[in-house]
């Protein structure tokens, strides 16, 4: 269970994440010390999971932007559909499913060219039996995940 100290620095270091320890813990009523030891067991007990650069995809020729939809003729949630699509380097993201399709990827390619040839590397995939594509032509925005908000049904 996170407190509202950790989910105050989880905020700050989604807007920021460069900001050093003494400016986390002045924003928190921490010492640089205590914020440092804070964010260091949230990162242990897996809360951050990773510290990253958000980049500009069309700017570093990534500009397409698709969502797809897998059909398949036997269950996806196993090992070895999750390394076949993490084989393939354009597929930003993997999820199992439930609905009509059983997995969906977010794909992420220079050209529509590129797209149709990961998507036939994605027909190869043992059990894949269909795709439905969504290619995006603009994001209005993506944000993170909002940490101050708990649900209706949790407290801390």
């Known amino acids: 269970m996170i407190d509202g100290i950790d989910r105050a620095l989880l905020a700050r270091l989604q807007r920021d994440a460069t900001q050093s320890y003494a400016a ?4 928190v009523g921490l010492s640089a010390g205590s914020a ?10 897996g809360v951050i999971r ?3 650069v958000d980049v ?4 570093v020729g990534r500009g397409v932007l698709a969502f ?3 059909g398949a003729d036997a269950w996806m949630g196993d090992a070895a559909t999750r390394h076949a699509l993490a084989a393939i380097p354009e ?13 969906l990827v977010k794909i992420r390619t220079a050209t529509t060219e590129d797209l149709q040839a990961v998507l036939r590397r994605i027909f190869a995939i043992d059990g894949v039996t269909s795709t439905q594509t969504i290619v995006v ?6 944000r ?7 649900g209706p049904d949790r407290q801390e």
Do not use: C, W, Y
Not at 144 to 150: F, K, R
């Open 68 to 70: 797809v939809m897998l």
């Open 91 to 103: 597929i930003q993201e993997a999820h199992i499913i439930a609905g009509s399709a059983s997995a």
């Open 50 to 52: 990773r510290t990253t």
């Open 56 to 59: 500009d995809p069309a700017v």
């Open 144 to 150: 993170p995940v909002n940490v101050h908000d708990q």
């Open 36 to 45: 440092h030891e804070r964010v260091r067991k949230l990162r242990e007990r």
């Open 24 to 27: 986390l813990g002045e924003a």
């Open 137 to 142: 032509l603009e994001s209005f925005f993506e």
